[in-house]
């Protein structure tokens, strides 16, 4: 393996991760001598202090010992987790931190982005290939899986969030977005039933499942609700309708133009977002929000990292504050 040093890190970090990835790829093996403090300060033009402060942390995370303080030795194999996401959101954090939290200090994890850029997505699975014992990631698309992940081996590969598709020999802990979103439409059918149209904003061109809109108009025309469905937020809110919206920004939108007009969200109108954010329990009375539980998707993720157990999940959509709505 090879040690290009960027400015994404400090030197230290970088040449304890180098390391680490080395055990990981059993390049060094247990009970292998790691090349001494001298040797590695001199190949990769670094100070000794900085090779001792790495191997430092390496010995924090019980993967290596010395003797005597002179001779290190590998104590302990490590994993490499590869945990590639759609993009940064608040509850992808949670997502993310939920797993971590469970992590032992010799496991490493990778997280990446592809935001939905196809070409990113492909060059990060590509390069990733032999490099990681488990691969976490969400699918580029809902109802494809992408032909890179079928190179995986099955058993180190968990699919998360996206879920369309024939998955039956993977590992997989997803969300419906279609009769899980109608079922939490129906759980809170009594609270919409104040409003006199129901309105859901989700564009075309947005990577959110646009099947949620079929199972939006069923559950509709199922329980008598007048409907209405748009690409983008409205020039003016319309009093007792209540928007149904994915995009965190056009909750946004929705709250400022309430606002100008001098209408109170959940009396005047009413507002349910996609996916809970933190930030929704403050603000107002609470914005309710339409989710499933990201906090047990990074939990079950762990467990798979851990244990090594097949999952095969889907997890609820859960309804947040509806007494808000």
Known sequence: ?????????????????????????????????????????????????????????????????????????????????????????????SLYNTLIKKMPLSYKVDLWFHQYNKTLFNSIIKDAYGRYNKYLVMNYENDVLSPLLKQIDPDRLLLLDFGKFEKSEYSYICQDFDEGFYNALASVKDQLSKYRKLIFILNKQHKHPQSSKEYFSRFCYDYGFLSEILDEVPESISEKCCYIIIKQMDVVEIIKRGKEQNLVMGTDFGLIAYNENPFYEIIGDGIPSFSIDFNLMGSLAADFVLTGEKIQQYLPTRVYRQNSI
């Open 1 to 93: 393996m090879e040690l290009n040093f960027n400015g994404k890190n400090t030197k230290v970090q970088q040449l304890s991760d180098y390391l680490q990835d080395s055990i990981s790829a059993n390049e060094l093996k247990v009970g292998d001598e790691l090349p001494s403090i001298n040797f590695l300060s001199q190949k990769f033009h670094v100070s000794r202090d900085t090779v001792f402060k790495a191997f430092k942390i390496l010995k924090k995370k019980g993967l290596i010992d010395s003797i005597h303080g002179k001779s290190y030795f590998v104590t302990k194999n490590t994993s490499n987790i590869l945990l590639l996401l759609d993009e940064y959101t608040p509850f992808k954090e």
